[in-house]
């Protein structure tokens, strides 16, 4: 039962819409930027990185995909409000039956969308992974796309220091069909017999003004490759619907993910309409218990010793390096100091460290009476961090624990950041504010 509150939990979290009813007068982005309350404007929730496929060819052969392409030949140019990068994209009739999806990943702070020089959203938190629907903005054949990185805006405030002149380090297009798999929600753990207890959660999104049949599959494979279950079950989509479908099952003498032996099991979810295959995704999950019960740190009923380093992603070759050598040297975890890209913590999956993950939230001040912390008007801006950072890595066995900020003083947004993430992950991971100086906001 707790597994299954835990879950439907995550699952309402995911549920809640995005869209803000528009105004006659909808700011755009330096304007609304310059203030705290301006965190976002047609954002879509935040998920989990699932790669989408056209077909098992390409997801078995863990390549590119014709579902997502990315944007290359940018450039660049000078404003005083930051740097504007273009480029262009051709929409094809191919994409006719398609969401048309940008996901920018890694800026150094707030940015605008454009196409075609019309701003389309923007984000006050682009640190980490943000996505944009531009299906229909874009015209037919050629468009320019553009990214505006903003120096100066309210949320400097709550970030840190980044140096160098504004930028991000990836923009990709994703094509998934107009039904597709939005994301995940995985519970995994054991029982006392050793038998693994999967609950998983498929989040169908549709795009469609007409209701569809869809069969969603799932498949599970053990760390050598094996199918070890699989099922479907058919879901009737409504308009514009959100569905989630659900799947539970036992894994006889299951593998437990642990830093020692970091077994990986792993979930394929795919879809069919009209008996034509539309979408393959896949993530790995690991079968593991985390508690923190009398303020340790519990894994697989053996209690932590935490020994953290802070980390960030460079590439795949140095940061694995970098892990093995912590470990090595007896570290126990990695502490992300702002978010990370998708494979910093699939490499900690595979190598068995464990990650404690960091909301994008530093904010300056020698007090709680000078500190952003404690001023209301950032409530919601500390709270859209935090439940950022929460789904973006949501699935991967090596994040144990979630901090809400770091280096911010305490106060009321930190208070309500404690209570949104405990309210998204249950009692399982533990949520930790290093700073909280033995206030209730931290479970460690």
Not at 185 to 213: A, R
């Amino acid at each position: 039962m707790k597994q299954i509150t835990t879950l439907l939990w995550a699952l309402l979290a995911l549920n809640i819409a995005t869209a803000t009813a528009q105004s006659e007068h909808t700011p755009g982005a330096l304007e609304a930027l310059a203030s705290p309350q301006g965190i976002h404007h047609a954002l879509l929730t935040p998920r989990s990185a699932l790669p989408c496929y056209p077909s098992r060819e390409q997801m078995d052969a863990a390549g590119a995909s014709d579902n997502a392409v990315v944007l290359t030949a940018w450039q660049v140019d000078s404003l005083p409000e930051g740097v504007r990068y273009s480029t262009r994209f051709k929409r094809t009739y191919r994409l006719d039956d398609k969401q048309i999806v940008l996901r920018v990943e890694g800026a150094t702070g707030a940015f605008s969308v454009a196409v075609n020089g019309t701003e389309v959203g923007y984000t006050s938190a682009g640190i980490g992974r943000s996505e944009f629907d531009l299906t229909k903005r874009l015209k037919e054949n050629n468009n320019t796309i553009s990214l505006t990185i903003y120096r100066n805006y309210a949320a400097r405030a709550i970030e840190p220091t980044v140096e160098g002149a504004p930028h991000f380090s990836r923009a990709t297009i994703l094509t998934p069909p107009r039904v597709a798999v939005a994301d995940y929600v995985v519970d995994t753990k054991f029982n006392k017999q050793g038998d693994g207890l999967l609950n998983l959660g498929v989040v169908v999104q549709s795009f469609l003004l007409n209701s569809k049949d869809y069969t969603v599959y799932y498949e599970l494979y053990s760390p050598e490759g094996k199918m070890v279950t699989s099922a479907n079950k058919v879901v009737t989509t409504g308009m514009l619907s959100r569905d989630t479908v659900y799947f539970h099952t036992r894994v006889p003498q299951v593998k437990r993910w642990s830093p020692a032996e970091p077994n990986l099991y792993k979930v394929v979810v795919y879809t069919r309409h009209e008996n034509r295959l539309k979408e393959f995704t896949t993530a790995e999950v690991g079968f593991r218990t985390v508690e923190c019960p009398e303020g340790e740190l519990v894994l697989n009923g053996e209690v932590q010793k935490i020994v953290a380093e802070r980390l960030a992603y460079e590439d795949e070759s140095t940061t694995a390096s970098a892990l093995e050598r912590l470990k090595r040297e007896g570290c126990t975890m990695v502490f992300t100091a702002r978010p990370q890209p998708d494979e910093f913590y699939s490499l900690c999956d595979r190598l068995g460290m464990l990650v404690c993950v960091s909301a994008d939230v530093t904010a300056a001040g020698e007090s709680m009476a000078t500190t952003p912390s404690n001023r209301p008007e950032w409530k919601e801006a500390y709270m859209w961090r935090a439940k950022s950072a929460y789904h973006a890595t949501k699935l991967h066995p090596s994040v144990v624990m979630f901090a809400i900020g770091h280096d911010a003083q305490n106060g009321i947004c930190l208070y309500e950041s404690y209570l949104t993430m405990k309210g998204l992950e249950g009692e399982s991971r533990p949520m930790v504010y290093p700073d909280a100086a033995g206030e209730w906001n931290s479970d460690l």
